[in-house]
């Protein structure tokens, strides 16, 4: 045999040796995970004995420090909390919708709810007649003679025909943000918002709002998709149908939380860090189990799975409980700042925040030489049932990390069930399947082991 094909023979029989050392590995995490996982467990103590987390309030408090306790627990290397200042809103304990006296009803009680950061209407109320849009557009061509006193209707559904509900979601989304502000550039006395759903359903979605500085305040609730049907219909058939909306929301002064950060030290390369992570905050109205506990579970996990096994990383593995992502991303923020000022080197950072669903791959932002490195490892990932890593995304509380040169991923799930409970009460533990949350758990922990073996350049 000549040298050439010697080295040729060695080259390809290290290769398949690699191979067979890292699909060795990575069964041993995913086996870790599903016969031994905490993950479901983590969670069970999040949304039970804490519940809801909105930024600012005693839930947020409690969860930092739970947080902060379990990695500790777990023995991680460090765990340490980093301040940040967050919005403070609270939704007050009354919110009445009304459809008034229409002439084939009466008077209709619907299902609402204020959209977080809204201001509220007080205990007067706001009673006048609705206006039904799907579009800026179509509210621009109304105007402020025909918008002005009123409360204008956002009635554009998420389409139903997209595969990819994130799709669906980013396509109707902006009259739930900026509606608001589009309405009282016309004069409207308020906005009510469709539902992001799918489904017909009796209870409302939450979310955020963004008001403009240079236009007023003015309030914003969403509507739940039946009742939003029967709004439309209703206005359809009588022009003058009136509208009762009552809310007490309040915006209070910036509230001091934390971000919570777990970390084991990386050996040969420990000045580069990968991180994961999920935001710790949640709306008000449930639990917040998909939105966002399972990430920030997962991310414990992707650690203890690493302790269990006495793996010792060549890289420093962070995972970051990230505070204030759903109303104002000041945990993100915060930490991409911190991250910079005490130059720090982030390769990777990955985000789960689209619920706990079966993990079916990642998304990925960055240079398309490190996509096709990780693309490469997609054999090792098929047999656990993850095949997709071709979609643009990274994820909102790493984002601010990408102008500092990281490699963006998110834990691409299951989405088709996502938006059933997203922002809704429904958002609780028992819609969590306990081994879909820890495939997730090992996928996220596999992927980080292969970019700490190999590295990204």
Wanted: hydrophobic share 40%; with cysteine; proline share 4%.
């Amino acid at each position: 045999m000549n040298k050439i094909l010697l080295l040729i023979f060695l080259f390809v029989n290290t290769q398949s040796f690699a191979q067979q050392v890292d699909e060795t590995t990575v069964k041993t995490i995913f086996d870790e995970s599903l016969k031994n996982g905490k993950s479901y467990k983590m969670l069970e103590q999040l949304t039970k004995k804490i519940g809801s987390r909105l930024s600012g309030s005693p839930g947020a408090a409690a969860a930092v420090e739970w947080s902060r306790h379990v990695m500790e627990d777990f023995d991680f290397d460090s765990v340490w909390l980093q301040p940040v200042m967050v919005p403070h809103w609270v939704r007050g304990q009354k919110e009445i919708g009304r459809i008034v006296n229409t002439k084939k009803m009466g008077t209709v009680e619907v299902n609402v709810c204020s959209l977080g950061g809204s201001i509220g209407t007080g205990p007067e109320g706001i009673s006048t007649k609705v206006i039904e849009v799907k579009s800026f557009e179509e509210l621009a061509q109304l105007g402020t003679k025909n918008v002005q006193g009123k409360i204008v209707f956002f009635n554009r559904p998420m389409d139903p025909t997209q595969i990819n509900t994130f799709a669906a979601y980013s396509g109707a989304v902006n009259q739930r943000g900026s509606g608001a502000s589009e309405a009282a550039k016309y004069g409207a006395a308020a906005v009510i918002v469709r539902s992001m759903g799918l489904n017909v359903e009796e209870y409302p979605h939450t979310g955020g709002v963004r008001y403009k500085p240079e236009v007023n305040k003015i309030p914003a609730v969403a509507i739940s998709t039946k009742h939003a049907d029967l709004l439309s219909k209703l206005v359809k058939e009588d022009k003058d149908v009136q509208f009762y909306l009552e809310t007490h929301s309040e915006i209070l002064e910036d509230a001091p939380s934390f971000n919570v950060v777990g970390q084991i030290n990386g050996g040969e390369y420990k000045d580069e860090i990968i991180d994961v992570g999920g935001h710790l905050d949640s709306w008000d109205l449930a639990e917040g189990a998909h939105d966002d506990g399972t990430g920030c579970v997962q991310s414990i996990e992707v650690l203890r799975i690493f302790k269990a096994m006495g793996y010792k990383p060549k890289r420093t593995i962070r995972a970051v409980m990230f505070m204030n992502e759903e109303n104002g991303l000041r945990g993100g923020l915060k930490y991409a700042e911190l991250a910079a000022l005490h130059k720090e080197k982030h390769i990777a950072a990955m985000e789960s925040d689209r619920g706990g669903f079966t993990p079916r791959g990642f998304t990925m932002s960055g240079s398309e030489a490190i996509k096709n490195k990780i693309r490469s490892w997609k054999s090792i990932f098929e047999p656990y049932g993850l095949h997709d890593f071709m979609q643009d995304g990274g994820g909102a509380d790493i984002g601010p990390l990408a102008a500092q040169g990281t490699f963006l991923l998110e834990m691409l799930p299951d989405s088709q069930r996502y938006f059933d409970y997203h922002h809704t009460p429904a958002d609780t533990l028992d819609k969590v399947s306990k081994r879909e949350l820890e495939l997730g758990s090992a996928a996220m922990a596999a992927l980080v082991y292969l970019m700490d073996k190999y590295g990204l350049k």
